[in-house]
């Protein structure tokens, strides 16, 4: 069947990257895919994709998956992530595609290194090279984005129901349901393409989503707890103390974060969760934004991502008020 034109257009300026990593693929006789560590929806549903479409289409060669697992993710929507022994590495030649992921510290298992071939699919900013091969769109809605549009020039594959939820999960995960800014016509269309082949779009979107009725305690807490800066930045803190008492663990402090994605006034928004590991304490930070370029802030402050989503730290509690002011400051 002749390719999308969106499809096709798209591709284009990576056509020779596409054609490489096509011939690393056809060649490795074992193939490892990584993402990003602490993973969301994309990182875990662009690896788990990929997983899928090279298992179904490459059935002789040996397909791994690692990374760290997601606390509530994991097995609900993805398989626990495999383990492999140092044996692995010592005696295989291995292909390693890495997805949604731009820099060396943030790729969840170091060893990708001792890959024959590195490849790389990504949407983040620009960091460093980590891969022989970059396939990059910072303006890309999702990961998966750019993985599908690559499996559909592969010539001679397809991509199962399986593969399709997967990707269709990290789609609809960057984009907020195709609301963000950076959902674009090739965003839709790549859509388009994975319900072709026959997933459930509105269940897969029910499955992601799916609270229990306890969830609603700790939305019951953000909405009675929650602060706005001066000029319209919404924020919330959950203290150790108060993870406690709701049953969650720091990873899931993000969860309620969107609750002010839609308030008049309010420009961006922010979780702020204590994370208490001896090794690296800190308050975690996941901030949304309606329109506004939020990653420089996020990068003064520890991390990093994308214009309208970004992740960042606080190391003393004490300093909340000067983030939240680097924050307000983009809207004053
Ligand atoms: P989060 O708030 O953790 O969901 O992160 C939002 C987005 O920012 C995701 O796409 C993450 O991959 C990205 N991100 C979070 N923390 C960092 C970091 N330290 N460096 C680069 N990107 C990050």
Same mark, same amino acid.
């Given at each position: 069947?002749?390719?999308? =034109?969106?499809?096709?257009?798209?591709?284009?300026?990576?056509?020779?990257?596409?054609?490489?990593?096509?011939? /690393?693929?056809?060649?490795?006789?074992? +193939?490892?895919?990584?993402?990003?560590?602490?993973?969301?929806?994309?990182?875990?549903?662009?690896?788990?994709?990929?997983?899928?479409?090279?298992?179904?289409?490459?059935?002789?060669?040996?397909?791994?998956?690692?990374?760290?697992?997601?606390?509530?993710?994991? =097995?609900?929507?993805? =398989?626990? @992530?495999?383990?492999?022994?140092?044996?692995?590495?010592?005696?295989? $030649?291995?292909?390693?595609? +890495?997805?949604?992921?731009?820099?060396?510290?943030?790729? *969840?298992?170091?060893? /990708?290194?001792?890959?024959?071939?590195?490849?790389?699919?990504?949407?983040?900013?620009? $960091?460093?090279?980590?891969?022989?091969?970059?396939?990059?769109?910072?303006?890309?809605?999702?990961?998966?984005?750019?993985?599908? %549009?690559?499996?559909?020039?592969? $010539?001679?594959?397809?991509?199962?129901?399986?593969? *399709? &939820?997967?990707?269709? +999960?990290?789609?609809?995960?960057?984009?907020?349901?195709?609301?963000?800014?950076?959902?674009?016509?090739?965003?839709?269309?790549?859509?388009?393409?994975?319900?072709?082949?026959? !997933?459930?779009?509105?269940?897969?979107?029910?499955?992601?989503?799916?609270?229990?009725?306890?969830?609603?305690? @700790?939305? *019951?807490?953000?909405?009675?707890?929650?602060?706005?800066?001066?000029?319209?930045?919404?924020?919330?803190?959950?203290?150790?103390?108060?993870?406690?008492?709701?049953?969650?663990?720091?990873?899931?402090?993000?969860?309620?974060?969107? !609750?002010?994605?839609?308030?008049?006034?309010?420009?961006?928004?922010?979780?702020?969760?204590?994370?208490?590991?001896?090794?690296?304490?800190?308050? &975690?930070?996941?901030?949304?934004?309606?329109?506004?370029?939020?990653?420089?802030?996020?990068?003064?402050?520890?991390?990093?991502?994308?214009?309208?989503?970004?992740?960042?730290? !606080?190391? %003393? !509690?004490?300093?909340?008020?000067?983030?939240?002011?680097?924050?307000?400051?983009?809207?004053?």
């Amino acid at each position: 069947m002749s390719l999308n =034109p969106i499809i096709k257009a798209y591709g284009q300026p990576f056509k020779g990257a596409y054609k490489k990593i096509e011939r /690393y693929i056809k060649e490795a006789k074992a +193939i490892v895919v990584y993402r990003h560590i602490k993973p969301d929806f994309d990182a875990l549903g662009t690896q788990m994709g990929l997983v899928t479409f090279l298992k179904d289409n490459f059935p002789d060669k040996e397909i791994r998956f690692v990374g760290d697992d997601h606390v509530s993710f994991t =097995p609900r929507l993805f =398989p626990v @992530s495999e383990r492999l022994p140092a044996s692995f590495y010592e005696s295989k $030649k291995f292909l390693a595609i +890495i997805v949604d992921v731009g820099d060396d510290s943030r790729i *969840a298992d170091p060893r /990708y290194k001792e890959a024959e071939h590195i490849v790389k699919f990504d949407h983040h900013p620009y $960091k460093e090279q980590v891969a022989e091969v970059e396939v990059l769109d910072l303006e890309a809605g999702a990961a998966s984005e750019i993985v599908v %549009d690559f499996c559909l020039h592969f $010539k001679g594959t397809r991509i199962s129901k399986e593969a *399709a &939820r997967y990707f269709y +999960i990290g789609l609809v995960g960057d984009t907020g349901c195709f609301r963000y800014p950076s959902t674009s016509m090739h965003t839709l269309t790549v859509a388009g393409e994975l319900m072709a082949s026959g !997933i459930d779009h509105a269940k897969i979107i029910r499955e992601m989503f799916q609270k229990k009725l306890d969830d609603l305690r @700790s939305q *019951a807490y953000v909405l009675n707890h929650f602060y706005v800066s001066e000029h319209g930045v919404a924020y919330y803190t959950l203290p150790s103390s108060v993870q406690k008492e709701l049953d969650i663990t720091p990873e899931r402090g993000k969860e309620n974060v969107n !609750i002010f994605s839609n308030i008049e006034g309010i420009g961006a928004w922010c979780s702020i969760t204590e994370d208490p590991d001896p090794k690296d304490y800190c308050w &975690r930070v996941s901030i949304r934004s309606k329109e506004k370029d939020i990653s420089g802030v996020a990068q003064k402050w520890g991390g990093g991502g994308h214009k309208n989503a970004s992740g960042a730290r !606080i190391d %003393d !509690i004490k300093d909340l008020d000067k983030f939240i002011a680097d924050l307000d400051a983009l809207f004053a």
